[in-house]
């Protein structure tokens, strides 16, 4: 048997426990092990005299004991202070017993490893590994980096050391085992190592070149791993594309009555399509008439109009017989397209309903037994829409709006949901996330992309600044001052991003003082943990002027649209990414009249984030930003990695390995057609065995 494939189970120290602990980790079998790649290491290869130490580093250090003392003060203490022939410094312990006292004793040689950070007496370890050298000549230095693994709980760094160590071992006995799959013209190209190597190399780097070169990103190992772990992505999305190919989906063929239906809800509109929304719907329109499902991606910056590109899509499935699910990821979102669809189809004969987990009852039984019965034509909600009971008649569509919101696993479920036999609906997602070209290779390999590349016309750019909160006095001022131009205003509330609660709390303080300040202005607020009518009500005030100035939370940072709403201020930008502030920032600029944004910071300001702040207030132009942010601070952010579902990576790292993903999508296609059968062995390899990646 392949002892790649062998459980972790053969293994010495890997006991039935250790074994659980490991599936945690989703290591199963040998080749698991191999590639459950190191996140750093510890460097124990050079013993670093005292006066070269850096705050920050982790280092090894050989001195003797000066002096120890247990210090009461504060919290109780062991603080050792040793020196070399070049300084002094302290150890620190705040967890020790009278042994330790006695072991350290002055005059003692130790050597010790941990991390340097400056405190009260200087530089100091907290809690360092020591040890005592009875030898003056031992050796204290090992010949490779130590590998630090990703753990999980009750599983020590040594029992997972010697794990990989032996599965190296084996690996080793038979190197054939561990096949290439990369195409050798790109290895060779590229002067990438083997993958054997690659993989020794990672675990345990002993070479000082190759330390220094790992350590600072671009070691060929390390680059070769990363192509493939990224290589693996792709295909996985990319055959989940294919996939689709080989289901049937209902064709919108143009009944007769269509042509009539398109007209009259263009004639419907208060404005004309742009071109740019023309072209998509046409791109729209040739996919849904074939009989395979279809898998496109509308990207188009914050106010292309995208909405009534869906709406579109939507009248193609319902004068075809279909029903049509839309799903949003806020329900501020989901009732704002409620509100846009039932005005948009008021002179139509459908059903729309909302869906949200506060239907209850008999409405519930109700809507839920139209729907099933074909009586509903549109059904608008959030997530809670496919996770309920919810059945169709025949849904003949899914819109998911804001798509960079639900993560990439998110995505792939969805596509089973709504299948009738072999039929699959068609599914249109639309995001205002501008991805540079390269990442989407990465990131919606699954997917046909459109793109609306010109906004509806008479758009004025908006107009942002940057300044200091210290200035808040004038920045109420100007409010007072737009709201006598019967302008409506957005004040944003933005804090640490794990605390809603604390978040809501500081809009409310905030509406309180503005109320307080701006007699004349009528202040409401919204955030995110008011009951959905509140929100509601709300929204709608502001959307009848009768609200001026709305106080509120990164709650309307996706899809809001009042474009009488002007002016927007932004509290603590300099914390949110960029392409989450364009976001935000694209709730104004709606309409046609000048419009501005003012980034109210914190001082004082970093370089970097007056850099970041200083290319929003530069540009209105999501893509230019994206690039711009990808250059500053890597793709985290414009990927969303705060968001759930979002690409992880076992060595891959975007922001260090942007270079890569220009050739990903090349290589994907050569393996697709030389190499098919190496698609399954990458997957596994990257993705683990248990991942169903490739959509079953
Ligand atoms: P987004 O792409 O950000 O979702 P929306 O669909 O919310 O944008 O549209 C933004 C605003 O632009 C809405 O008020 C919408 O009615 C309006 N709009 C959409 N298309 C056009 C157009 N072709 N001309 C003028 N206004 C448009
Ligand atoms: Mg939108």
Redesign the pocket.
Known sequence: MNVLQQSVGILTGVGAQTLYRLEKLGIRVIQDLIFHLPLRYEDRTRVYPIRGLLVGMSALIVGRVEEIDILPRGRKSLVCKITDDTGVMTLKFFHFNANQHNILKPGTLISCFGEVRYGFGGLEIIHPEYQVLLNPEAQVTETSLRPVYPLTEGLSQTTLRKAVKQALMLCHQQPELLIDYLPEAFLTKRAYPSLADAITTLHAPDDPLVIQRLQSGNLPALKRLAFEELLAHHLRLSVSKNKAKHWQAPQFLGADTQAAAIAQFLTGL?????GA?QRVIAEIEVDCQLPQPMMRLVQ??????????SAYAALLALTAGYQVAVMAPTELLAEQHLR?FSHWFKDFDIQIVFLTGQVKGKARKELLADLAEGRVGIIIGTHALFQETVTFKQLGLIII?EQHRFGVNQRLALREKGQQGNLRPHQLV?T?TPIPRTLAMLQYSDLDISI?DEL???RQPIVTSVIPAERREDVIERINSWVKKRRQVYWVCTLIEESEVLECEAAEKTTELLTQALPEVRVALIHGRMKSAEKEAVMQAFKLHEVDLLVATTVIEV?V?V?NAGVMIIENPERLGLSQLHQLR?RVG??SDDSYCLLMYQSPLSDIARQRLGILRDSNDGFVIAEKDLELRGPGEVMGTRQTGAMTFKIADLARDTDLLASIQQVGEHIFNQAPHAIQPLCDRWLGASTDYAEV
């Open positions: 208060p404005f004309k399509l742009t929304q188009g910056d914050v106010g292309s109009g995208k909405t009534i590109v846009n709006d639309m205002a609306i509806p016309p008479g899809g649209d474009p694209g709606r309409g």
